[in-house]
Structure formats: structure tokens, C-alpha cells
């Protein structure tokens, strides 16, 4: 088992930026960010594997960064947009396959969230 703590989101104003943490029990291969908005799916943000590759959604490429410290993950957002607005949640799994494309039901590990809310 392995458990997944966030931290890190808040309210900012557009333009602004926030840096998310995501705290793990144990190291995991594959971490990764997703995000949702009310009424819509849960979406991958970004993910890294255990060497480091990482894979963004087109939506967030060049504004966010996914980085990890062994069992902790990171995600630095920049250029913030109101429709970023989301919970935003650390996921994590066993496996090779790390990336953007996967879905929801690809991952075993989940945090709680952490809410992002940006105003415009």
C-alpha cells in the first residue's frame, strides 16, 4: 500500500503561481498529477517515471512542472489560468508505463486533493 498526502494549493489571481507537494509512504515507480474541475473528468496532468521522463498534458505543457525527490512529488504551476481551477490529485502505481495519455483507472494510489482556485 502506499499513501499519498498533498499539500500546497490556495487561491491566486491569474498570472499567478502555485507549487503543489505530494508526500508518499513508500517510492513508487510512476507518480503523477490530475486534476478536477466540477462537472468534468478526472484529467492527467503530468507524470514521471522512476528515471525521471517526464509527459504533460498539451493543455499544461510550458506552464507546469512535474519533478519528484524519490518519494516526493512536485508540481510547479506558472501562468495560472481560471480554467486551471480544479482539485487538483496526486496518483500514483506500480509499473512501467508512466505517462499524460493514461487514464484515471491506470492508477491504484490517490491522494485526498488539494484545490486550486484561480480568479481572473
Known amino acids: 500500500q502506499v499513501q499519498l498526502v498533498e499539500s500546497g494549493g490556495g487561491s491566486v489571481q491569474a498570472g499567478g503561481s502555485l507549487r503543489l507537494s505530494c508526500a508518499a509512504t513508500?517510492?513508487?515507480?510512476?507518480m503523477g498529477w490530475f486534476r478536477q474541475a466540477p462537472g468534468k473528468e478526472r484529467e492527467a496532468v503530468a507524470t514521471?517515471?522512476?528515471?525521471?521522463f517526464t509527459s504533460y498534458a498539451d493543455s499544461v505543457k510550458g506552464r507546469f512542472t512535474i519533478t519528484r525527490n524519490l518519494i516526493t512529488l512536485y508540481l510547479e504551476i506558472n501562468s495560472l489560468k481560471p480554467e486551471d481551477t480544479a482539485m487538483y490529485y496526486c496518483?500514483?502505481?506500480?509499473?512501467?508505463?508512466?505517462?499524460?495519455?493514461?487514464?484515471?483507472?491506470?492508477?491504484?494510489?490517490w491522494g485526498q486533493g488539494t484545490q486550486v482556485t484561480v480568479s481572473s
Open positions: 496518483a500514483a502505481r506500480v509499473g512501467e508505463t508512466c505517462n499524460a495519455a493514461m487514464s484515471r483507472a491506470d492508477f491504484a494510489y
Open positions: 513508500r517510492y513508487i515507480t510512476c
Open positions: 514521471i517515471n522512476r528515471d525521471g
